[in-house]
């Protein structure tokens, strides 16, 4: 077993990409992925929209926090998200994209409206398009996974087909009287996988399992990704959910802001999370009961102060 987190390619073969990310996702619950096939420039649009809706007023910015919403849609404001355990919020806001719906789709029971800011006219056009370009990759991420798995290349294709995935627009600011909070305290991702964008910068850790904090910092462009809860669930464990964080920087860091995009690639909100039966054996007993998608999202949301 190498002791390092993987950096691979989605350009590799697919059964070295699948024997990489099922050694580092079993280990460490984290790879590095590059050639990920998310258009720069689009990247490059996003982070600029990010960084200038950050910089609206306060007041502004209110506008668009839905009351009651759980956090799923819009904004939602500086220290609001709480780690579970945790009595202190994270410093950091957000923003939050999800899936576009047709008119009567049964699923918009789950995963209301999108809302935009008037404020910046390219906005929708910008986060629908790089949702899109996530989703892909998702789905070939995904397929690696399976293989590793045993199961068919295809086989999560229908489990995320218009899954309740979510593209999140962080920003963290300038450090200031802290108070024992940290930028994002010591966590577990509620989703399937995690591709995130904009890690580059130090603050990001994941905790092994012998108990060490390990910086994850991939190169400019490249994704970090890691193994969300409903994963860990459906693999008994075998793929593992990290604990992870992003620390408060010291020095000249602290006095500026940082930004990042996650991707949390949820299941569609009607898939049952059953152990799979390849992951389950007399040194692996079953630890988990049958449990809807949107449940589980729905007493995580509850842990985390995004909805009562």
Same mark, same amino acid.
């Given at each position: ?6 950096? %691979?390619?989605?350009? &590799? ?5 699948? &024997?990489?990310?099922?050694?580092? /996702? ?67 806001? /957000? ?19 999108? %809302?935009?800011? *008037? ?10 398009? !790089? ?19 045993? !199961?068919?290349?295809?086989?999560? *294709? ?36 995690? !591709? ?28 970090? %990704? ?22 408060? @920087? ?18 569609? @909100? ?24 949107? *449940?589980? !999202? ?11």
């Amino acid at each position: 077993m190498t002791d390092t987190i993987a950096h %691979v390619s989605l350009t &590799q073969p697919v059964d070295t990409l699948a &024997q990489e990310l099922g050694r580092s /996702f079993s280990e460490f619950g984290f790879a590095v992925i590059s050639d990920h096939g998310i258009d720069q420039d689009l990247i490059a649009r996003a982070e600029r929209l990010s960084r200038e809706f950050f910089a609206l007023s306060e007041d502004t910015k209110r506008a668009y926090f839905i009351q009651n919403g759980g956090g799923a849609r819009g904004y939602t404001p500086y220290r609001t998200e709480k780690a579970v355990g945790y009595d202190t919020t994270d410093l950091k806001e /957000f923003w939050h994209v999800g899936r576009t719906l047709p008119d009567g789709d049964p699923l918009a029971e789950f995963m209301p409206a999108n %809302v935009w800011p *008037d404020e910046l006219p390219e906005f929708r056009e910008v986060y629908e398009a !790089l949702y899109a370009e996530f989703d892909k990759a998702g789905l070939k991420i995904l397929s690696a996974i399976a293989i590793h798995l045993g !199961l068919a290349p295809d086989w999560f *294709d229908a489990t995320v087909d218009q899954g309740n995935s979510v593209l999140r627009l962080l920003h963290y600011p300038p450090v200031e009287n802290a108070e024992g909070a940290v930028r994002a305290a010591p966590h577990g991702d509620i989703n399937t996988i995690t !591709l995130l964008l904009g890690a580059e910068e130090a603050g990001l850790e994941l905790l092994s399992q012998q108990g060490e904090w390990i910086p994850v910092s991939p190169p400019p462009g490249a994704l970090a %990704v890691n193994i969300g809860d409903m994963l860990s669930r459906l693999t008994n464990d075998k793929l593992r959910s990290t604990i992870h964080r992003v620390v408060n @920087p010291k020095g000249a860091a602290s006095r500026r802001s940082r930004f990042s995009m996650p991707f949390f690639l949820h299941f569609r @909100p009607d898939f049952v999370i059953e152990t799979l039966p390849q992951c389950v054996d007399a040194e692996h007993p079953d630890q988990y009961e049958p449990l809807s998608s949107h *449940d589980f !999202l729905m007493q995580r949301l509850r842990e985390i102060n995004l909805t009562k």
